[in-house]
């Protein structure tokens, strides 16, 4: 009997531990599968830091790993892998068509980046003139050079890159500004930098309108025939180009310059809606970018991952003054014209904007404070203000330290630097620069200043459509103070129309007038 009992007792305890076993392997294996999402979940109190130089794995790739190469050394670009961690899910997914059009593109780069024999042969090709005649298989180049801010410069870009998708290019970047200092390589074993013995590296800085390789002076004097295809051009995009320049958006035109070799493009300017405009672009574009207004969302994701030393000062920043928020609300304060600085009926427009919007509380009577909860349970709002000028936070820091807000939310404000004043191509203002354009991008709201691409920039990465202040006149506050925007797109603030796309524009539904200007066209999605 003691017997029978000990073996019912042995099975019994034998069958416990195996009960045990199994729940401890379910829990472990739930543990280990959880989307890393989940285990970075986005502002838990205390426990979310962003990864600043981790020896971890990366957990996931951003976007569910389906849009950025792999193949790269995760220490030597930690963004690459760990923007993921700081960023709530993108509800916009890449196309697949996107993905492996990517893919191919990648591979095309490393066949004829700098370094292989494909490049070498096309060098070798510079300055001299050719009859149509080139192999198909023969490597073609798009270079970027950088003009004007880093807004700006970040805009044309994501344009220069998507003309290379579209175009079967390659694209290479002029290395002589400071972009080693602000991005990572974005290919995969090979480089996006333009040898610095490119042959026409002396000339690329004398390419203006006046130049003789200048695409639109040649089509304006007749230099350009079907005969002979000149090794390199000049392609100028700016807010003041001429109508002949503008023919570069022109089927016609576009049909010619696949044949050229070398494209070296100057412009200030988001140009991609002028890209969409053309009509034998649009079918594939509509296939590469479903959600029209994505592009610029898409590729910059792609293409822009801040070297260490900017993500060093974006997640020192979140974590020391964003990560245990609630909410993050974003003020991007750019003031134009001179002079430039703190001025009233700017702070009293974004305080009609926020407080108008809800994105800010009213502020309390003083005597409220005394029954207003500032227990632990209290909101916390976040509000990030990025100015060259330090006064507008200064002053909203103030007035929710004087008085309570009217919710009984705690508002913490914070501004990263107040530069004073544009010092583009200085390697530290542009890193700052480049982490407060991140930082932007990470908030919940986002409020930006009329016709500024640095905010542009923002939205699009964010993937946040902003409310943008109005421009104002007369130093009066715009009425009403701000417009939520029709999209995340950016706006191509003086649109390169070329008078071929006239017709084109009319009966293209997803591309509409900016909020913030008239002259400029942004895409939306609408079809
Ligand atoms: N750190 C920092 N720099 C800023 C800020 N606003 C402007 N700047 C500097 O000024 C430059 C302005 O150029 P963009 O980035 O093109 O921005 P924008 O608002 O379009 O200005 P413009 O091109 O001059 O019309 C930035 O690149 C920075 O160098 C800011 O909020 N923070
Ligand atoms: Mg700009």
Redesign the pocket.
């Given at each position: 009997m003691k017997k029978l009992e000990d073996k019912r007792s042995l099975r019994i305890s034998g069958m416990l531990k195996l009960a045990l076993t199994v729940a401890t392997c379910l829990v472990l294996c739930s543990v280990l599968l959880l989307p890393s999402s989940n285990i970075f979940n986005r502002r838990h109190k205390s426990d979310h830091t962003a990864t600043e130089g981790s020896n971890e794995q990366p957990r996931e790739k951003p976007l569910g790993g389906r849009l950025l190469a792999t193949g790269f050394d995760d220490k030597s670009c930690l963004s690459r892998y760990h923007q993921s961690s700081l960023r709530k899910p993108s509800p916009y997914k890449p196309s697949r068509y996107l993905v492996s059009r990517l893919r191919s593109y990648e591979m095309l780069h490393k066949r004829c980046g700098p370094g292989t024999n494909a490049y070498k042969r096309a060098t070798e090709r510079l300055g001299h003139n050719e009859v149509r005649s080139s192999g198909a298989d023969e490597c073609r180049y798009v270079v970027w050079t950088p003009k004007?801010?880093?807004?700006?410069?970040?805009l044309s870009l994501v344009s220069v890159f998507l003309y290379a998708l579209m175009t079967d290019r390659v694209m290479l970047v002029d290395q002589r500004s400071d972009i080693t200092d602000l991005f990572c390589e974005p290919f995969p074993n090979t480089s996006w930098l333009l040898p610095l013995d490119f042959p026409l590296t002396d000339q690329i800085d004398s390419f203006d309108r006046e130049h003789s390789q200048c695409y639109g002076t040649m089509l304006k004097s007749h230099a350009i025939n079907s005969t002979t295809i000149p090794s390199h051009l000049y392609i100028d995009i700016f807010h003041d180009s001429r109508d002949h320049d503008k023919m570069f958006f022109c089927e016609k035109n576009q049909a010619f310059l696949g044949s050229v070799p070398w494209l070296v493009v100057k412009s200030?300017l988001y140009y991609v809606p002028s890209l969409w405009l053309i009509p034998n672009f649009q079918p594939k574009l509509k296939k590469l970018f479903p959600e029209t207004d994505t592009v610029f969302h898409h590729l910059s994701q792609y293409l822009f991952h801040p070297t260490n030393q900017v993500w060093g000062m974006v997640t020192r920043s979140y974590n020391a003054y964003l990560s245990r928020a609630d909410e993050i609300l974003g003020i991007?304060?750019?003031v134009?014209g001179t002079p430039a600085g703190y001025f009233k009926h700017v702070m009293d427009q974004i305080l009609a904007c926020t407080q108008g919007q809800k994105l800010l509380p009213e502020l309390g009577t003083p005597e409220s404070q005394v029954t207003t909860n500032t227990s632990e349970t209290s909101k916390v709002k976040a509000v990030l203000v990025?100015?060259?000028h330090p006064e507008y936070s200064d002053s909203l820091k103030n007035m929710f330290w004087e008085r309570p807000s009217s919710t009984g939310e705690i508002i913490e404000v914070y501004q990263?630097?107040?530069?004073q004043v544009?010092?583009?191509d200085t390697k530290l203002?542009?890193q700052?620069?480049l982490?407060?354009?991140y930082l932007l991008s990470l908030t919940d709201k986002l409020v930006t200043?009329t016709?500024?691409?640095?905010?542009?920039?923002a939205q699009g990465l964010g993937g946040i459509r902003p409310w943008i202040l109005y421009e104002p006149r007369n130093s009066k506050v715009p009425n009403p103070p701000c417009v939520k925007a029709m999209s995340m797109e950016p706006c191509s603030l003086k649109a390169p129309l070329s008078l071929c796309q006239t017709e084109t524009i009319k009966v293209t539904p997803f591309v509409k007038y900016c909020e913030d200007r008239i002259t400029g066209i942004k895409l939306v999605d609408e079809f």
């Open positions: 004007f801010g880093l807004g700006n410069r970040i200030n991007q304060v750019r134009f990025t100015s060259l990263p630097s107040g530069e544009q010092q583009t203002h542009d700052k620069a982490a407060e354009i200043s016709r500024s691409t640095f905010g542009y920039v």
